[in-house]
């Protein structure tokens, strides 16, 4: 029983030191291309697991889990457990009592967005998205993009294309990992 509990907690620090290399790792490369020193054509890989250990770290108060699965080209589904109440308490805005009712509250979410780009510009298109298991989607996503998301985050864009900046020409995302592709 003692060379299980031993087992088991060396595997948890592997797990942790893992985690923290791979935030290391996916901070220093953002740190490379925020520079702006990297060469025209040079492409930084970014794993799933780095892009997870950085999310995890630089995640918002009220979210718990996240992970980012890199599921085929140009398609990525994020999940984690969110506490949407304490989201919003944690950005400064306290919901008032019927909000509450209906925001408190862990759940499991998860988002599959398709993620184009080209010409220093990309577009994410949201294809999916489970609350608590129940599927959104059609117009009912379409509305709550509209009225809530871009409500509390009005620089969000979804379903447009936006700049890429930091000279990035492209974004190229696939099962192994997102390639950062840098310009001129």
Not at 154 to 171: K, Q, S, T
């Amino acid at each position: 029983m003692r060379l299980r509990s031993i087992c088991i907690a060396l595997a948890l620090a592997c797990v942790a030191l893992a985690t923290a290399g791979d935030y290391v790792s996916a901070k220093r490369k953002f740190d490379l291309i925020d520079s702006g020193r990297s060469r025209p054509g040079t492409r930084v890989e970014l794993t799933a697991r780095e892009l997870t250990a950085y999310i995890e770290h630089e995640a918002p108060a009220g979210v718990r889990n996240p992970k980012l699965e890199l599921v085929s080209s140009g398609v990525a589904t994020g999940t984690a457990l969110i506490d949407f109440g304490q989201v919003r308490r944690a950005q400064g805005y306290a919901p008032g009592w019927l909000m509450s009712k209906l925001l408190d509250g862990e759940r499991p979410v998860s988002v599959t967005a398709r993620i184009t780009s080209a010409h220093g510009q990309a577009k994410v298109d949201v294809q999916r998205v489970v609350i608590s298991g129940v599927e959104i989607d059609g117009k009912t996503l379409d509305f709550l993009i509209r009225n809530f998301l871009l409500a509390m985050y009005p620089d969000a864009a979804v379903g447009r294309p936006f700049e890429l900046g930091h000279r990035i020409e492209r974004l190229d995302v696939q099962p192994a990992a997102v390639g950062v592709v840098i310009g001129k």
